[in-house]
């Protein structure tokens, strides 16, 4: 099955500071991968998701970014505020098909932004 | 409004007594799935359905249970708790034609 690796488990930055969090898959079938957010004590929410045919996308201050053949992605925040502290998922899952639903989510990091 | 609704939020349990966790989406999505959540091990799922009477273990599968007579209810069941599944569960349901995942609140499970 899919393996999700999440890189680092915590990361803390100043304000104005950008963030970079890096995921790993296995699973060279997997064409869809979420970012989730959970502020402390809330549910995950996604923020942002990237398909296989996509290489890049953004939206405001976060981006994602994929490299297929590296199995590869990256989440990158821009000008970090407070708010955006929380812990941040990766996920990874072939969309479409029998193995529709099972998302294979990475460890998690803890990003802190300090003002 | 769409939302997926897990009772109890907080549950705390003695070992072996039978618990169910419920979750109810009113969003008539096919798909939904079970999760816990431990620090530093990320949201494992523990079993997923796709449609009414059609489920299938996750990664974390032992010591739960699970049905789907209803497309709007998807509970889990712990018949015997013991303390290694003291956790944070979420529900979730999916969107298939966005692949976005609807979670529930959470439950924070305490087996003693």
């Known amino acids: 099955g899919e393996n999700v690796e999440q890189h680092p488990s915590t990361l803390s930055v100043q304000e104005g500071d950008s963030a970079v969090i890096k995921c790993t898959y296995s699973?060279?079938?997997?064409?869809?991968f979420p970012w989730y957010k959970q502020e402390l004590g809330k549910r995950p929410q996604l923020i942002i998701d990237?398909?296989?045919?996509?290489g890049e996308k953004k939206d405001q201050r976060i981006a994602v970014t994929l490299n297929k053949t590296a199995k590869h992605f990256s989440l990158h925040i821009t000008e970090t505020q407070p708010e955006d502290s929380a812990v941040y998922f990766c996920?990874?899952?072939?969309?479409?098909?029998?193995?529709?639903?099972?998302?294979?989510f990475g460890q998690g990091t803890i990003l802190t932004v300090h003002p | 409004e769409a939302q997926v609704t897990q009772n109890p939020r907080y549950l705390i349990t003695v070992t072996g007594k039978k618990l169910t966790v419920t979750c109810s989406q009113n969003?008539?999505?096919?798909?939904m799935s079970w999760y816990r959540q431990d620090p530093g091990l990320g949201l494992r799922q523990i079993y997923y359905?796709?449609?009414?009477?059609?489920?299938d273990k996750g990664d974390v599968p032992e010591g739960y249970k699970v049905s789907r007579k209803e497309k709007r209810n998807f509970p889990l069941i712990l018949e015997s708790p013991s303390p290694n599944q003291t956790s944070l569960y979420f529900c979730a349901s999916f969107d298939k034609s966005n692949t976005e995942a609807f979670f529930g609140q959470g439950t924070r499970l305490t087996v003693v």
């Open positions: 699973d060279s079938a997997s064409n869809y």
């Open positions: 969003m008539n999505h096919e798909y």
């Open positions: 359905s796709m449609n009414v009477e059609v489920t």
């Open positions: 990237i398909r296989s045919n996509v």
């Open positions: 996920a990874a899952s072939r969309a479409g098909g029998t193995s529709y639903g099972k998302l294979t």
